[in-house]
T-cell receptor, first 114, second 113 residues
Framework: DAGITQSPRHKVTETGTPVTLRCHQTENHRYMYWYRQDPGHGLRLIHY???????DKGEVSDGYSVSRSKTEDFLLTLESATSSQTSVYFC?????????????FGQGTRLTVV | AQSVTQPDIHITVSEGASLELRCNYSYGATPYLFWYVQSPGQGLQLLLK??????LVQGIKGFEAEFKRSQSSFNLRKPSVHWSDAAEYFCAVGARGNEKLTFGTGTRLTIIP
Protein backbone atom coordinates (compact mmCIF):
# COMPACT_ATOMS: atom_id res chain seq x y z
CA ASP A 1 0.00 0.00 0.00
CA ALA A 2 1.10 3.51 -0.74
CA GLY A 3 2.26 5.49 2.25
CA ILE A 4 -0.59 7.92 2.66
CA THR A 5 -2.31 8.55 5.96
CA GLN A 6 -5.27 10.77 6.74
CA SER A 7 -6.07 11.97 10.21
CA PRO A 8 -8.43 11.96 11.90
CA ARG A 9 -10.49 9.22 10.27
CA HIS A 10 -13.70 10.44 11.87
CA LYS A 11 -14.64 13.76 13.37
CA VAL A 12 -17.78 15.38 14.67
CA THR A 13 -17.65 19.12 15.15
CA GLU A 14 -20.01 21.98 15.80
CA THR A 15 -21.05 24.63 13.33
CA GLY A 16 -18.74 27.61 13.40
CA THR A 17 -15.70 25.83 14.79
CA PRO A 18 -12.41 25.53 12.90
CA VAL A 19 -11.36 22.09 11.71
CA THR A 20 -8.07 20.88 10.26
CA LEU A 21 -7.63 17.62 8.42
CA ARG A 22 -4.17 16.23 7.81
CA CYS A 23 -2.76 14.21 4.95
CA HIS A 24 0.68 12.70 5.38
CA GLN A 25 2.64 10.85 2.69
CA THR A 26 5.86 8.91 2.76
CA GLU A 27 6.18 8.56 -1.04
CA ASN A 28 7.76 11.97 -1.72
CA HIS A 29 5.19 12.62 -4.45
CA ARG A 30 4.99 16.11 -5.88
CA TYR A 31 1.22 16.49 -6.14
CA MET A 32 -1.25 16.29 -3.28
CA TYR A 33 -5.01 16.75 -3.52
CA TRP A 34 -8.04 17.16 -1.32
CA TYR A 35 -11.37 15.88 -2.62
CA ARG A 36 -14.77 15.68 -1.01
CA GLN A 37 -17.18 12.87 -1.77
CA ASP A 38 -20.92 13.35 -1.53
CA PRO A 39 -23.78 11.16 -2.74
CA GLY A 40 -24.80 12.10 -6.25
CA HIS A 41 -21.71 14.23 -6.79
CA GLY A 42 -18.86 11.77 -6.95
CA LEU A 43 -15.52 13.27 -6.01
CA ARG A 44 -14.99 17.00 -6.32
CA LEU A 45 -11.64 18.68 -6.07
CA ILE A 46 -11.27 21.22 -3.27
CA HIS A 47 -7.61 22.25 -3.51
CA TYR A 48 -4.40 20.74 -4.71
CA UNK A 49 -0.69 21.34 -4.30
CA UNK A 50 2.09 21.00 -6.81
CA UNK A 51 4.94 21.59 -4.39
CA UNK A 52 5.86 23.06 -1.03
CA UNK A 53 3.94 26.31 -0.57
CA UNK A 54 2.43 25.92 -4.08
CA UNK A 55 -1.32 25.38 -4.06
CA ASP A 56 -4.27 26.03 -6.32
CA LYS A 57 -8.04 25.96 -6.07
CA GLY A 58 -10.33 23.25 -7.29
CA GLU A 59 -13.99 23.44 -8.19
CA VAL A 60 -15.38 23.61 -4.64
CA SER A 61 -12.78 25.65 -2.75
CA ASP A 62 -15.07 28.17 -1.02
CA GLY A 63 -14.87 27.82 2.76
CA TYR A 64 -11.65 25.83 2.65
CA SER A 65 -7.97 26.70 2.86
CA VAL A 66 -4.88 24.55 2.56
CA SER A 67 -1.23 24.65 3.47
CA ARG A 68 1.78 22.63 2.48
CA SER A 69 4.89 23.58 4.46
CA LYS A 70 6.58 20.23 3.89
CA THR A 71 6.53 17.80 0.99
CA GLU A 72 4.94 15.12 3.12
CA ASP A 73 2.10 17.07 4.72
CA PHE A 74 -0.96 18.73 3.20
CA LEU A 75 -3.45 20.30 5.57
CA LEU A 76 -7.05 21.16 4.82
CA THR A 77 -8.69 23.75 7.07
CA LEU A 78 -12.32 24.64 7.42
CA GLU A 79 -12.09 28.06 9.02
CA SER A 80 -15.68 28.00 10.27
CA ALA A 81 -17.40 24.69 9.65
CA THR A 82 -20.91 24.61 8.22
CA SER A 83 -23.37 21.75 7.88
CA SER A 84 -22.87 21.78 4.11
CA GLN A 85 -19.29 20.70 4.73
CA THR A 86 -20.43 17.41 6.22
CA SER A 87 -18.79 14.98 3.84
CA VAL A 88 -16.12 12.35 3.37
CA TYR A 89 -12.78 13.92 2.53
CA PHE A 90 -10.12 12.13 0.56
CA CYS A 91 -6.50 13.00 0.11
CA UNK A 92 -4.66 11.81 -2.99
CA UNK A 93 -1.01 11.88 -3.98
CA UNK A 94 0.66 11.54 -7.33
CA UNK A 95 3.84 12.26 -9.17
CA UNK A 96 1.57 13.33 -11.99
CA UNK A 97 -2.18 12.74 -11.93
CA UNK A 98 -2.31 12.59 -15.70
CA UNK A 99 1.14 11.23 -16.35
CA UNK A 100 2.16 7.64 -16.62
CA UNK A 101 2.07 7.19 -12.88
CA UNK A 102 -0.67 6.15 -10.53
CA UNK A 103 -2.49 8.37 -8.07
CA UNK A 104 -3.01 6.95 -4.61
CA PHE A 105 -5.90 7.79 -2.35
CA GLY A 106 -6.08 7.79 1.39
CA GLN A 107 -8.83 5.99 3.25
CA GLY A 108 -10.84 9.10 3.86
CA THR A 109 -11.97 11.27 6.76
CA ARG A 110 -15.65 11.30 7.62
CA LEU A 111 -16.53 14.77 8.91
CA THR A 112 -19.89 15.56 10.46
CA VAL A 113 -20.79 19.16 11.26
CA VAL A 114 -23.69 19.44 13.69
CA ALA B 1 -14.73 22.63 -19.08
CA GLN B 2 -14.29 18.92 -18.84
CA SER B 3 -17.09 16.72 -17.54
CA VAL B 4 -17.91 13.07 -17.06
CA THR B 5 -21.30 11.39 -17.11
CA GLN B 6 -22.00 8.00 -15.65
CA PRO B 7 -25.64 7.44 -16.53
CA ASP B 8 -26.18 4.40 -14.33
CA ILE B 9 -26.36 5.17 -10.61
CA HIS B 10 -26.82 1.54 -9.58
CA ILE B 11 -26.43 -1.74 -11.47
CA THR B 12 -27.21 -5.23 -10.26
CA VAL B 13 -25.77 -8.29 -12.00
CA SER B 14 -25.61 -11.96 -11.20
CA GLU B 15 -22.31 -13.53 -10.27
CA GLY B 16 -20.70 -14.93 -13.41
CA ALA B 17 -22.58 -12.60 -15.73
CA SER B 18 -20.89 -10.04 -17.93
CA LEU B 19 -20.69 -6.40 -16.95
CA GLU B 20 -20.55 -3.09 -18.78
CA LEU B 21 -20.43 0.25 -16.98
CA ARG B 22 -20.97 3.32 -19.10
CA CYS B 23 -18.93 6.50 -19.11
CA ASN B 24 -19.27 9.50 -21.40
CA TYR B 25 -16.92 12.45 -21.26
CA SER B 26 -16.74 15.96 -22.58
CA TYR B 27 -13.35 17.48 -23.20
CA GLY B 28 -12.03 19.75 -25.91
CA ALA B 29 -8.60 18.21 -26.24
CA THR B 30 -7.41 14.64 -26.31
CA PRO B 31 -8.55 13.21 -23.00
CA TYR B 32 -6.82 10.98 -20.54
CA LEU B 33 -9.40 8.58 -19.14
CA PHE B 34 -9.44 6.56 -15.95
CA TRP B 35 -11.55 4.05 -14.09
CA TYR B 36 -11.30 3.80 -10.33
CA VAL B 37 -12.96 1.39 -7.91
CA GLN B 38 -13.96 2.11 -4.33
CA SER B 39 -14.80 -0.64 -1.88
CA PRO B 40 -16.99 0.30 1.09
CA GLY B 41 -15.14 2.44 3.60
CA GLN B 42 -12.03 2.56 1.46
CA GLY B 43 -10.23 4.99 -0.78
CA LEU B 44 -10.11 4.74 -4.54
CA GLN B 45 -7.95 2.31 -6.46
CA LEU B 46 -6.98 2.71 -10.12
CA LEU B 47 -8.37 -0.04 -12.34
CA LEU B 48 -7.04 1.16 -15.68
CA LYS B 49 -6.21 4.25 -17.69
CA UNK B 50 -6.07 5.38 -21.29
CA UNK B 51 -3.57 7.93 -22.55
CA UNK B 52 -3.06 7.08 -26.21
CA UNK B 53 -2.50 4.19 -28.60
CA UNK B 54 -4.56 1.03 -28.49
CA UNK B 55 -8.12 1.99 -27.69
CA LEU B 56 -8.77 -1.24 -25.78
CA VAL B 57 -7.10 -1.01 -22.41
CA GLN B 58 -6.55 -3.86 -19.99
CA GLY B 59 -6.60 -3.27 -16.28
CA ILE B 60 -6.36 -5.10 -13.01
CA LYS B 61 -8.85 -7.66 -11.72
CA GLY B 62 -9.82 -8.74 -15.24
CA PHE B 63 -11.36 -5.41 -16.26
CA GLU B 64 -10.97 -3.75 -19.63
CA ALA B 65 -12.23 -0.53 -21.18
CA GLU B 66 -12.58 0.72 -24.72
CA PHE B 67 -12.06 4.31 -25.78
CA LYS B 68 -14.41 5.37 -28.56
CA ARG B 69 -13.65 8.90 -29.66
CA SER B 70 -16.64 9.11 -32.00
CA GLN B 71 -19.00 8.35 -29.12
CA SER B 72 -17.00 10.20 -26.42
CA SER B 73 -17.20 7.04 -24.37
CA PHE B 74 -14.93 4.94 -22.21
CA ASN B 75 -17.01 2.00 -21.05
CA LEU B 76 -15.72 -0.50 -18.53
CA ARG B 77 -16.28 -4.21 -19.12
CA LYS B 78 -15.70 -7.53 -17.44
CA PRO B 79 -16.71 -10.85 -18.99
CA SER B 80 -17.60 -12.58 -15.74
CA VAL B 81 -18.11 -10.77 -12.44
CA HIS B 82 -17.22 -12.12 -9.02
CA TRP B 83 -18.91 -11.31 -5.73
CA SER B 84 -15.78 -9.36 -4.74
CA ASP B 85 -16.41 -6.91 -7.60
CA ALA B 86 -19.26 -5.33 -5.65
CA ALA B 87 -18.13 -1.75 -5.16
CA GLU B 88 -18.56 1.74 -6.52
CA TYR B 89 -16.89 2.58 -9.81
CA PHE B 90 -15.81 6.02 -10.91
CA CYS B 91 -14.82 7.23 -14.34
CA ALA B 92 -12.53 10.26 -14.53
CA VAL B 93 -11.11 12.51 -17.24
CA GLY B 94 -8.00 14.61 -17.37
CA ALA B 95 -5.45 15.79 -19.90
CA ARG B 96 -1.75 16.14 -20.31
CA GLY B 97 -0.58 19.15 -18.38
CA ASN B 98 -3.86 19.44 -16.52
CA GLU B 99 -3.23 17.94 -13.15
CA LYS B 100 -6.86 18.07 -12.07
CA LEU B 101 -9.00 15.03 -12.67
CA THR B 102 -12.75 15.40 -13.06
CA PHE B 103 -14.75 12.48 -11.71
CA GLY B 104 -18.16 11.16 -12.63
CA THR B 105 -20.81 10.64 -10.00
CA GLY B 106 -20.12 6.92 -9.79
CA THR B 107 -21.97 3.65 -10.44
CA ARG B 108 -22.68 1.32 -7.55
CA LEU B 109 -22.40 -2.33 -8.52
CA THR B 110 -24.29 -5.01 -6.63
CA ILE B 111 -23.64 -8.69 -7.27
CA ILE B 112 -26.33 -11.26 -6.59
CA PRO B 113 -25.66 -14.98 -6.23
Amino acid sequence: DAGITQSPRHKVTETGTPVTLRCHQTENHRYMYWYRQDPGHGLRLIHYSYGVKDTDKGEVSDGYSVSRSKTEDFLLTLESATSSQTSVYFCAISESMTGNTEAFFGQGTRLTVV
Amino acid sequence: AQSVTQPDIHITVSEGASLELRCNYSYGATPYLFWYVQSPGQGLQLLLKYFSGDTLVQGIKGFEAEFKRSQSSFNLRKPSVHWSDAAEYFCAVGARGNEKLTFGTGTRLTIIP
